[in-house]
């Protein structure tokens, strides 16, 4: 099995962590969206250099995708929801 670099190494480690912080700080409401961009960023990045290597973090790279996709997921239902209870008061009959 051949190591990666240990630079590399402590970027894959590094990655992960933050791929879990701003995963965890995506879920801030319509404010995390950017941070939920960046952690996908962070785990697609990680996913690439680690590829078939061991990584000591990989569950904050996990949990930090998670939440990430939690967050977006979230926001679309708000959004869906909210738009269509703007079409409903737009068309609700009137008595008049």
């Known amino acids: 099995m051949n190591l990666p670099e240990p630079k590399i190494r402590i970027e894959i ?3 992960s962590e933050k791929c879990f912080w701003l995963g965890l700080f995506s879920l801030i409401p319509v404010l995390g969206l950017p941070l939920a ?3 996908l960023g962070h785990n ?3 996913r690439r250099l ?3 290597q061991w ?11 998670v939440f990430a996709r939690l967050a977006i997921a979230l ?3 708000a ?3 909210i738009t269509a209870i703007l079409t409903m008061l737009t068309h609700w009959p009137t008595n008049g």
């Open 79 to 81: 959004v869906t929801a």
């Open 75 to 77: 926001l679309l239902i």
């Open 37 to 39: 961009v960046m952690s």
């Open 50 to 52: 680690g590829a078939g």
């Open 44 to 46: 697609h990045r990680i």
């Open 55 to 65: 990584n000591p973090a990989s569950r904050y790279r996990y949990w930090g995708a």
């Open 13 to 15: 480690i590094e990655r």
